[in-house]
């Protein structure tokens, strides 16, 4: 067996800050840069989605000009 076809599992990783409701229009009324305020805070948890199953909680780490996520607890069968 060819030992790259292992290399090719596609996972889709989703990361959830926060939410927000808002209007389609105004949606569609954002441009480039636009903000849209969440109703979390940084140093709220977030959670990690792995192909759109709830796989772990995390937190946000910002290192100089990049976002990152730490992963601090992974979810168990009974939890989701």
């Known amino acids: 067996m060819n030992s790259q076809a292992y290399n090719r599992v596609m996972v889709e990783i989703t990361v959830v800050l926060g939410r927000a409701h808002m209007p389609v229009r105004q949606l569609l009324k954002m441009g480039r840069g636009a903000v849209i305020d969440l109703d979390a805070k940084h140093e709220d948890e ?4 792995a192909n759109g199953e709830l796989v772990a909680r ?3 780490m910002i290192v100089g000009e990049k976002i990152g996520v730490s992963i601090t607890r992974l979810m168990s069968q009974l939890e989701i």
């Open 58 to 60: 995390g937190e946000i």
């Open 46 to 49: 977030c959670w990690i989605y």
